[in-house]
Every structure is written in C-alpha cells, then in structure tokens.
C-alpha cells in the first residue's frame, strides 16, 4: 500500500508563508501527475494546485493563484506546496494525491493562518 505522509503545516499569521511537504512511498512517482487538496472546517475537500509528472505543467484553482507554487522533486519521491501571502480562508488540512485519487489519502497537515 502506498503510503502518503503530508509535513510543514503550522500556525503562521496573515501574509505569511509555509512549505508544505508530501512524500510519497512510491519508487515510480515520477509516472503520476500530483496534486494538492484542502478541505476546511465543514467544507468538502477540494484541489487547489496540480503538476505534470515531468514537473514542467502546474496549474492552481482561483482563489491561490500568484500566490502558491506546486513543485516535486520525484528522485527524492516528494511534492512541495510553497505558500505565500496566506490569508484566513487558507486555513483547512492540506492533503496531497493523485488526480484519480488512486491511493489512500494520508493524515494531512493543518495550516492555520490567524491573527
């Protein structure tokens, strides 16, 4: 079973930044599009940021484009989300997956953006 651990998450004030990592317990990774998941209190879980398996495609939903950049590194079998400028409504558990979802979701890690 694959396994998926997300890191880097934290409490960071408005217009500050973090790293976010996923590693992934896949020696092939470098064949999978990845992708990058939110899902706030009482919301439903949704993308917010994709890259191609060659890394030289990424794309962002609306609401943190100019602001996060996806990237990966797939010798080290890791996807990275850099954050800046975060606000309030970037605040949820930030998980990472395949766009098909193929493999279980991990823990998450928990971006908290407050003043």
């Known amino acids: 079973q694959v396994q998926l651990v997300e890191s880097g998450g934290g409490l960071v004030q408005p217009g500050g930044s973090l790293r976010l990592s996923c590693a992934i317990s896949?020696?092939?990774?470098?064949?999978?599009?990845m992708d990058w998941y939110r899902q706030a209190p009482g919301q439903q879980r949704e993308l917010v940021a994709s890259?191609?398996?060659?890394?030289?495609?990424?794309d962002y939903s609306a609401p943190v484009k100019g602001r996060f950049t996806i990237s990966r590194d797939n010798a080290k079998n890791t996807v990275y989300l850099q954050m800046n400028s975060l606000k309030y409504e970037d605040t949820a558990v930030y998980y990472c997956n395949t766009a098909d979802q193929r493999w279980p979701w991990g823990q998450g890690t928990q971006v908290t953006v407050s003043s």
């Open positions: 896949e020696s092939s990774l470098g064949f999978h599009r």
């Open positions: 890259i191609n398996d060659g890394g030289t495609i990424t």
